[in-house]
């Protein structure tokens, strides 16, 4: 048993993710976090607009190829559903770089796909595999230090930034404009 893990109360054994183990969460890494995010989730949409071009290539009818997409989000639901609880159990960050090199190679089977059953399969593991945004954020909450975890919106006695419902708020009750009608 490593140092990282030890057992709960029922026994089993779980991952106490110990900072010592893991990076300090700087501005860089929030960004390279937040742009990975972004482009993974992006994964599960890209093929929608391919559908017509890649039902071509197979020779398949549209209807077929809505399948695909269709198999990449129940491949994402999937995912939630069994993957992203193992986030609890083992380390974070291997099952991040796990899921995203599991992503790299769905999509690379899915643009070699000789067929379009071996295009709808890997498309499901592509869903499947692009369950690393929902590591990533509690990744990156642990990595931050308590002080970076909640940051107050203003300080104590600092003024409110100017907001375009505030002068609605500040109108006596009866006197506020309506913003849909002129006369």
Do not use: W
């Amino acid at each position: 048993m490593s140092p990282e893990t030890a057992r709960g109360r029922s026994g089993r054994r779980i991952n106490d993710h110990s900072a010592a183990a893991h990076p300090p969460l700087t501005g860089g890494l929030l960004r390279l976090l937040a742009v990975a995010s972004g482009l993974m989730i992006a994964n599960i949409y890209y093929n929608q607009s391919l559908l017509v071009i890649m039902g071509r290539d197979f020779r398949v009818s549209s209807a077929a190829m809505a399948a695909v997409a269709v198999a990449t989000q129940l491949g994402f639901a999937s995912g939630l559903l069994l993957l992203v609880p193992l986030g609890d159990l083992l380390d974070r960050k291997a099952l991040i770089v796990g899921s995203a090199a599991a992503a790299t190679m769905a999509m690379v089977a899915i643009a070699l796909s000789p067929n379009f059953t071996f295009a709808l399969i890997a498309s499901y593991v592509l869903g499947l595999a692009c369950i690393t945004p929902q590591l990533i954020v509690p990744y990156a909450a642990h990595l931050a230090e308590p002080a970076q975890r909640t940051r107050p919106r203003r300080q104590p006695g600092q003024k409110s930034p100017p907001c375009c419902h505030q002068s609605a708020r500040a109108a006596p009750r009866g006197k506020r404009q309506s913003s849909s009608r002129t006369r």
